[in-house]
């Protein structure tokens, strides 16, 4: 599964919405919406899920609840509190469906990027499981990228690898390049945290989203990095990354 094809969006140009039930006041803002097969650029939707930009602050405390279906999560901007305690700026959290979403508040202002496939909807405050997972991002240590001929100057920072799917940060040095067009059998959302890259679309900055369905035609590249970037990366689907040489002429254009 994944999210349509996106390339890319800036999250403050998104309008903020809002809906409200008995667990709380949630304003966000939207990358992607519904959820599709891993294939290619145009894989119709098939069923409901989103990848949205919570936005809260001292006034919007959510209520614990039950979570009616997988959600993963990062916190993208300020410091949260669940249930009291306190979790930092850069830490993913993942709770699996059917298991307790702490309380959520917070002391002034903080944006939290969060993912699920399905329908929100919450029916119950207490739930049977309690199984949240929340890994801090400078606790974990660099290794090497998942994609194994992934061009060099890359490291990746895993939070919670599962078979077919799996959430990192992956960290490229300044002055990085690839110097291919790549397409992948996996999906993958990427959220810019810090510094920059220049794609096919682009230079991406934090707050900067795509979403690339797996597939031969969502070849994407070639690209550079001058100040070098860190980015949440959501991948799902079989590894696998073709990689071939682009034409000099675009790889140049990447650095004017
Ligand atoms: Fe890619």
């Not at 990848?51 to 009616?68: F, G, Q, R, V």
């Not at 202002?109 to 993912?115: E, G, L």
């Not at 699920?116 to 919450?122: A, H, K, L, P, V």
């Not at 690839?178 to 397409?183: A, D, M, V």
């Amino acid at each position: 599964m994944s999210r349509p094809w996106v390339d890319f969006i800036n999250i403050d140009e998104q309008p903020a919405q809002s809906c409200a039930n008995d667990y709380g006041t949630f304003t966000y803002r939207e990358f992607a919406n519904g959820t599709t097969r891993n294939e290619g650029k145009s894989s119709p939707i098939i069923a409901p899920g989103k990848s949205i930009m919570l936005e809260l602050d001292s006034n919007t405390p959510i209520a614990a609840h039950a979570a009616p279906t997988q959600i993963r999560a990062f916190i993208f901007e300020g410091n949260i509190k669940l249930d009291g305690q306190e979790v930092k700026e850069r830490s993913y959290i993942e709770i699996p469906a059917g298991s307790q979403v702490p309380a959520i508040t917070v002391d002034t202002k903080a944006r939290i990027f969060i993912t699920y496939d399905g329908e929100y909807t919450i029916t119950s405050a207490k739930a049977e499981k309690n199984e949240i997972v929340i890994k801090y991002m400078q606790d974990i240590v660099w290794r090497t990228p998942i994609v194994s001929d992934f061009p060099g100057g890359a490291a990746r920072k895993a939070f919670y690898d599962h078979g077919d799917y799996g959430s990192g940060i992956l960290g490229i040095l300044p002055e990085w390049e690839s110097p291919f067009y790549e397409w992948h059998t996996f999906s993958e959302e990427i959220l810019i945290v810090e510094g920059s890259i220049i794609s096919s679309f682009g230079t991406m900055k934090r707050g900067a989203y795509l979403s690339h369905p797996g597939g031969e035609d969502t070849v994407h590249g070639p690209m550079y990095s001058k100040e070098g970037c860190l980015m949440l990366v959501l991948r799902e689907g079989p590894i696998g990354n073709t990689f071939t040489p682009a034409d000099p002429v675009e790889v140049a254009s990447r650095k004017m």
